[in-house]
């Protein structure tokens, strides 16, 4: 893939990112929510200019389908692309914007060490850390409202500068470069196009943050006046959500209580509902109980409570 094309792909992806949200509230939901997965593991092909091999026009490439392969295997494994796609680029800002001067390369270079990989690899593990396993911060919302949003804001940066450099910024190469140093060859750090470039990817990242929580809203606001209008003054999902999640345990009386599966045949079953969840519109639910129904009808309705259920979740 050469370079035209991977900063072209780069655009669509970001661009696709960014506004992905507002294809949720048609009917091409289902489309459009596996096709955000998609993007993001295609995101991967970011790192392209990292590798030394395979050959240049095949980088991109196979990177861009090892990303599809894990992203659409679980949602864990997309939250972890998008993490670690987002560290290398804001380890690439850091580094362009001085660190590459800093760094003691030949010091590193005589232990077989490189500045510039440790600043990657170390934040790399961060992101991932931070973003995949620390509870309260990984989760669907971190995901979706702000590393989507982000990771999209940034290929579309890097994209956009690498189709016209003469606007200033740094392209996925020279983001990624241990050289040359976009600082020394500016001569000042004000004068940089790392600056442009990450002041670029903020503003972005920025207001496809702030589209994402006003659509988000707008898409809960729904759900809850619907809920009320069905006749329960409950946050959308209620009791019968809230008792499939983890910890939750079965209540006198049975009722409307489904109690998150903990044995394998109930595990099968737990397999059955996220299929159903889905599945298409009008498709046969009869194999389900009452209960069962009742939750893929509040999971289909509340992509928030459809996430909390289903997390490790994400976007698929």
């Given amino acids: 893939m050469g370079g035209p094309i991977h900063s072209a792909v780069l655009i669509a992806l970001g661009f696709w990112l960014l506004v992905y949200r507002l294809l949720l509230r048609t009917a091409c939901r289902p489309v459009a929510e596996r096709m955000t997965t998609v993007a993001c593991g295609v995101a991967l092909a970011l790192l392209a200019p990292l590798l030394p091999w395979p050959p240049q026009g095949f980088r991109a490439l196979s990177l861009g389908l090892i990303g599809v392969l894990l992203s659409c295997y679980h949602p864990a494994c997309t939250a972890l692309i998008v993490s670690a796609s987002l560290a290398m680029g804001f380890g690439g800002?850091?580094?362009?914007?001085g660190l590459c001067t800093a760094s003691p390369e030949a010091d590193l270079g005589e232990v077989g060490l490189s500045g510039h990989s440790l600043l990657l690899s170390?934040?790399?593990f961060l992101f991932i850390a931070l973003f995949v396993f620390v509870p309260g911060v990984a989760g669907?919302?971190?995901l979706i409202l702000v590393l989507v949003p982000t990771l999209g804001a940034l290929l579309l940066t890097v994209g956009i500068f690498g189709l016209w450099p003469s606007a200033g910024g740094l392209a996925a190469d020279s983001l990624l470069?241990?050289?040359?140093?976009?600082?020394?060859?500016?001569g000042g750090l004000l004068a940089s196009p790392a600056v442009m470039g990450l002041a670029a990817w903020l503003l972005i990242a920025a207001a496809g943050i702030g589209l994402q929580l006003f659509l988000a809203r707008l898409a809960r606001l729904k759900a809850e006046s619907e809920e009320v209008r069905g006749?329960?003054?409950?946050?959308?999902?209620?009791?019968?959500?809230?008792?499939?999640l983890?910890?939750?345990?079965?209540?006198?009386?049975?009722?409307?209580?489904l109690p998150r599966p903990t044995d394998s045949d109930a595990q099968s079953r737990f397999g059955l509902i996220t299929k159903a969840i889905f599945a298409d519109e009008g498709a046969d639910l009869s194999h389900l109980t009452e209960n069962e129904q009742k939750l893929v009808a509040v999971c289909r309705k509340d992509e928030f409570e459809r996430d909390r259920i289903?997390?490790?979740?994400?976007?698929i």
């Fill in 140 to 142: 669907p919302a971190t």
């Fill in 310 to 315: 289903l997390w490790g979740g994400g976007l």
């Fill in 246 to 257: 983890p910890g939750s345990q079965a209540q006198e009386g049975g009722g409307a209580n």
């Fill in 93 to 97: 800002f850091l580094w362009q914007l």
């Fill in 177 to 186: 470069a241990i050289s040359p140093c976009a600082a020394d060859l500016a």
């Fill in 231 to 244: 006749g329960s003054a409950t946050a959308p999902g209620g009791d019968l959500v809230a008792s499939l």
């Fill in 122 to 124: 170390f934040l790399t």
